[in-house]
């Protein structure tokens, strides 16, 4: 019996299957949220119990039998990128790359596709964003030579995998994954329904071919891949690619990996001639460091595995008519409001009536608290007006009681510092002496200017 197509309509929160759309989920009351699915049906429903195994059929497998052999990965050639997928493109498995539009997911792949190509990997570079003379722009931009990359301006999934076979491709790349559309569907390209079934077919056809399928996905403020959660579940690997746009550095970071850690974060550098992989951030981060200003403190975040030196700066300043403005750039604002609450609180700095604007350069995002105490360092510095010491680093987690505490891998932190010539360390007084630089312990917000004066 010839399969037959039919689709039903999936609610996206609880799951529950609805065989018409409607506005509302019956199950679980959720607005919106259906979404149309294709249901394939191959012979007869319920027939479960009469079928026999079919020739090519899989069949279960000893494990021992089953050969451990890894599949060489596919190097792209940017250190960055192959490091944060764990060593280069695993062979048949599927990557989703997220990113706000501008962030520059396009000319990463562009440059990657280049450089797989030269190592004689054939790539089909898919486009449903771009015509292929803005590509051709892009090409001439990249410092890396595109001339060979194969680039198919279709938006059919279909269609693109037909392509894929044709030329015998080892990588395909989809940008975008909410651009692509499957025939049969009859919603927008885009909508959750079109997104999770190009996916799941692309997913199909690495699985099967063996073929390595790199899928961009846009974000929204919130950070979420746009529509689809789901897609994170159904790939290999999720990366995302962040960075204020007005800065020129990118970090790349996964946050899903079946073949490798999900620790790794990437940082390049976006110039003139396209990406380029930053073998040295800390240098790069402390590169622009005004000398001798008040507000400026310097931390170690462990960006993966990976010690990074960067800046915080910060501005009291006194406030118009109103509420003061709480600015934070790079930090939340809830944990500026909280380090604002305790340094008042506690430390007995009078904020209350100040605008105050913390900003972390390089456009990196501050989630450890491990950076608290250079951020409570660089308001002190900024409110008393005094500039902290340039060759001093501030590590250390601020709690609600203003006391200071201890951060992981401090070893790791202390020696980066030391590479890039800092001689000295505000750390909590619980942190076991010893290291390379000089340690000032601290045990109190309070005790932090008085350390500082000294
Ligand atoms: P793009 O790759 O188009 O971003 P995305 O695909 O994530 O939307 O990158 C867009 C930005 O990168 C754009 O603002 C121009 C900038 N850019 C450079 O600064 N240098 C370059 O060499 C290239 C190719 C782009
Ligand atoms: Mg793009």
Redesign the pocket.
Known sequence: MAAKRRSVFRCADCGAEHPKWAGRCEECGAWNTLVEEIVERTGRAGGLAGRRVAAGDPVPVRMADVSSTRLPRLRTGLSEFDYVLGGGLVPGSLVLIG?E????????LLQAAARLEAAGITTLYATGEESVEQIRL?VD??AEDAGRVLALPEVRVDAIIAHAAAVGARVVMVDSIQTTYAEELDGAPGNVGQVRECAARLMRFAKTSGTTVVL?GHVTRVGMIAGPKTLEHMVDTVVY?EGEPASGFRLLRAVKNRFGSVDEVGIFE?????LEPVANPSAAFMAGRPAETAGSAVTALMEGTRPVLIEIQALAAKAGFGTPQRVATGLEHKRLAVLLAVLERRGGYPFHDLDVFVNVTGGVRLVEPASDLAVVAALVSSLTDRPLPADTLFLGEVGLGGEIRPVGAIDRRLAEADRLGFRRAFVSARTRPGGVLELVPLTHVADLGGRLAA
Request: net charge positive.
């Open positions: 990113g539009p501008g962030v520059g997911k396009s000319t990463l892009r931009r990249i961009v690619f976006m110039t003139s001639a396209g």
